[in-house]
Structures are given as C-alpha cells and as structure tokens.
C-alpha cells in the first residue's frame, strides 16, 4: 500500500505553506528538510519558515504578513514566493524568514481575534495583564522567532550583515495614494535613501515618518534589532480572492528581486518624486462615545480645512488645527486607549539622511 506523503515532501510538490498553516493555527510541530538547491527550510511553527540558502548573501530578510487576518493581499503575496521557493522555482541568494502572523484571525476573517497584534510587541504583550491570550502568545512568539533568526547568523567586523523586516498591511478605507510605507521613529538616527529606493521598486513613494516610539511589529523589528523596517501598506481590505494582483505586480517582483539577487534594481532617490509625511498628533479613544465626523468612504490622507470638526470623545472636540493637516487610520473601533486616527503633515528628509 502507498506510504503518505510526510510533510516535507508534500511542501515540496504543492508548495502550499499556508494552507498547512491554516489547518494547523495552533501550532506546527518543527520540521527541517532539504531542497533539490541545496536550501535548507526550517519550520518552526504554524506560520513560521525560515530558509537558509547555501553561500547567502549578507541580507537577513523577516517578510510578514497577516498580523492582521483579514489582510489578504499581503497573505497572497506571501504565500505565492513560499511556494515559488519551495517548489524549486525561485531560488534565493539570501537568509529569509516568512511570517503569517495571526493563523486563527486569517482563518476567521478578522482583523484580530481578541487583541490587536500589532499593538503587543516590545514586550507590550506581557505588560498589564500579561500573557492572557492568544495574541500576547503570538507576539511574544513572533519577537522570539524574529530575534533566532537574526542571531543565528554569525556577524562579525569582516562580514557585517544588514537585517530587514517588511511588515505588509493593507488599510481599512481606501487610501488617496494607494499603497504607503510607515518609517518607524529613528530616534534621530537617519532615514535611509537605500530604503525609499526599495519602496519606490515597491511602487510605494508615499512615507509616513513615526515621530515616537510605538507598539507595531516594525518599530520593535527597527528598535530592538537595527532592522531596516517598515509597515507597509498594499491597498485595501478584500476577501481571500477579490484582490486585484494586477496592482501590486512591482512590489511582488521587487520582494522576490530581494530575496533572490545580490541587489534591487532600483532608481536613485529623488524627493519630488515621492509624498512624505510626519505625524503631527494621535488621537487616542479615551471612552466608548468615540465618533468620527466623516463618512466611512473618505479616503487616508485626505485634508479638511483649519476649524473642521474630525471627531467627539464624550465632551472632547477634535477639530482641523493646521492647514494641510490630514487623517491616517481613522477607526473608532479600537479599543479604549489605542490610537483612533492619527493626523499628519507634509515633511521632508532631507536634513537627516544616509
Ligand atoms: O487602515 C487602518 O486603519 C489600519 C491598517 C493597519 O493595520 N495599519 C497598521 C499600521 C502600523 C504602524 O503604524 O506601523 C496598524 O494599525 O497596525
Ligand atoms: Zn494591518
């Protein structure tokens, strides 16, 4: 009688790493196998692949996805180059490790189960109440993941090595440009010209700077490791199916160009050719009252004139105070304390760039 297929080589037929995941939210038990190139695949958990090409280049790649479940476009572009990866159709020149950050909130559709993941990292997960869910799990996980993966590797003086985390989202409303990169706060280091290459390749040349520290993913990849990290935003919330690919056709190939090659085919940074922004306020939930004034269908960085009412908190009014100041991530469904919208202005990089 024919002998099952173990896991391994299943992988290495289909290549479908999420639908592994999907059937086993809960966890996976590790496995480690060997490709026809010679890249040796570790799988650590349910959502957790990290891949070690023989003779890697100096890059250290973290790609996630899906720390918002119904992210979906981002989770497709994942899934996709795992599967080029594991079937022998694309081969990597570079250390990478794939995340899908919440299993049991892809499965359900939701945004988060019971907790916003990517409000848990840098230790946020195991503050207050502590490790009271499953989220505060995950993110504890991911951050342990993140951090084998980059001190795995041996860095030394003659061979330094640059640490990279994509974190790809995609928005709740539809945005007036269409896909846009958050740059964690820098602490005054500089921001990196190399970097807003990477996105222009992305197709990405709108960039929110973060002016203060903050409990994402890509902040706690940027502050605790050095990464060069970034949330980004690939267009808006659809159903498993309904994305149109089409659009995000140069991101796709940049990532796979990344992960693949020496070097990004990239154009020099010009600032004309993009849209910066900085955060000028956040506006947090205090009550339960929290109301926005604008229609659901209003665009991200959309401005309204000086004096506009934007939102109420119970007595609190929150009104336009700077001419061309715009909303970001406006959501009154969060939970009290977290961050409702946050408004932004024009800014430039110029004076402290690398
Ligand atoms: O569209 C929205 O309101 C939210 C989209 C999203 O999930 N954005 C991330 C941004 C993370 C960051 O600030 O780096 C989030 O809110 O977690
Ligand atoms: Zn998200």
């Known amino acids: 009688m024919a002998q ?9 037929q289909h290549g479908d790493f999420l639908q592994i995941t999907l059937s086993n939210p809960d966890g ?7 490709l026809t190139d010679s890249t040796t ?17 100096d890059k250290d790649i973290v790609l996630s996805c899906g720390v918002h479940g119904n992210e979906t476009a981002p989770i497709e572009i994942c899934a996709e180059l795992v599967q080029q990866v594991l079937t022998g159709k694309l081969v990597l020149k570079q250390r990478l490790l794939v995340l899908f950050g919440n299993p049991a909130a892809i499965n359900a559709g939701t945004r988060e189960i019971t907790e916003n993941l990517n409000r848990l990292f840098s230790g946020h997960h195991s503050m207050g109440a502590g490790l009271i869910n499953a989220e505060r799990h995950r993110a504890k996980a991911l951050e342990d993941y993140v951090s084998r993966f980059y001190n795995e590797v041996r860095v030394t003086e003659a061979a330094p090595r640059n640490r990279y985390l994509y974190d790809l989202h995609t928005a709740i409303r539809g945005s007036r440009f269409e896909k846009f990169a958050v740059y964690p706060f820098l602490h005054d280091k500089p921001w990196q010209k190399a970097e807003f290459e990477f996105l222009q390749a992305c197709d990405v040349t709108t960039v929110l700077l973060m002016q203060t520290p903050a409990s994402t993913f890509s902040y706690y990849a940027s502050n605790s490791h050095g990464a060069d990290a ?23 190939t940049a990532l796979r160009q990344l992960v693949s090659e020496d070097k990004v085919s990239t154009q020099p940074f010009d600032e004309q050719q993009f849209q910066l922004y900085q955060v000028y306020r956040a506006i947090n939930k205090q009550t339960q009252e929290f109301k926005l004034h604008f229609a659901d269908d209003v665009q991200n960085f959309t401005a309204y004139p000086v004096g506009t009412l ?10 336009v105070e700077r001419e061309g100041e715009a909303i970001i991530f406006p959501n009154a469904k969060v939970a009290i304390g977290q961050r409702a919208m946050l408004m932004v202005v024009p800014t430039t990089v110029q004076h402290n760039l690398l």
């Not at 996976?28 to 060997?34: D, E, G, N």
């Not at 695949?41 to 280049?57: K, L």
């Not at 934007?310 to 009104?319: N, S």
């Open 4 to 12: 099952p297929l173990s896991l391994a080589k299943q992988l290495q």
């Open 28 to 34: 996976l038990a590790p496995l480690q196998f060997t």
């Open 41 to 57: 695949v570790h799988i650590w958990d349910s959502g957790v692949i990290c891949f070690e090409p023989t003779n890697a280049g």
């Open 230 to 252: 970034f949330t980004i935003e690939l267009g808006k919330v659809q159903p498993f199916g309904q994305n149109d690919m089409s659009r995000f056709s140069k991101a796709r």
């Open 310 to 319: 934007l939102a109420t908190d119970g007595d609190t009014e929150y009104r």
